[in-house]
């Protein structure tokens, strides 16, 4: 896929794209960041109740599961994990080209 990313300013096209790199790079660090922790997160609910996070998600959703609190925070950090790693996927697979 291709992008077209128009910006309009005095900077020299060096400077944008150091700029535009380095915060790519930011949310980047960010985003494993969270992956790690999610991870983490997730592997203790997996260890402490003996089934994935993936199997949780499904009961949640569908309302197959008890109304411990721990659930509620096991969901919220599967859905973290699930968002930070897309997002990560998708930094990941950013190139700037000059």
Same mark, same amino acid.
């Given at each position: 896929?291709?992008?077209?990313?128009?910006?309009?300013?005095?900077?020299?096209?060096?400077?944008?794209?150091?700029?535009?790199?380095?915060?790519?790079?930011?949310?980047?660090?960010?985003?494993? &960041?969270?992956? %790690? @922790?999610?991870?983490?997160?997730?592997?203790?609910?997996?260890?402490?109740?003996?089934? $994935? =996070?993936?199997?949780?998600?499904?009961?949640?959703?569908?309302?197959?599961?008890?109304?411990?609190?721990?659930?509620?925070?096991? &969901?919220?950090? %599967? @859905?973290?994990?699930?968002?930070?790693?897309?997002?990560?996927?998708?930094?990941?697979? $950013? =190139?700037?080209?000059?």
């Amino acid at each position: 896929m291709s992008f077209t990313l128009n910006i309009e300013t005095n900077f020299s096209p060096q400077e944008v794209s150091e700029v535009i790199r380095s915060a790519l790079e930011h949310e980047k660090h960010v985003a494993k &960041y969270k992956v %790690k @922790r999610y991870s983490i997160i997730c592997e203790n609910f997996e260890s402490k109740y003996g089934f $994935i =996070s993936g199997e949780l998600k499904a009961k949640f959703e569908t309302g197959n599961i008890g109304e411990e609190s721990d659930f509620f925070d096991w &969901y919220a950090a %599967k @859905r973290g994990l699930d968002h930070w790693s897309k997002k990560l996927e998708v930094l990941s697979d $950013i =190139s700037i080209k000059e």
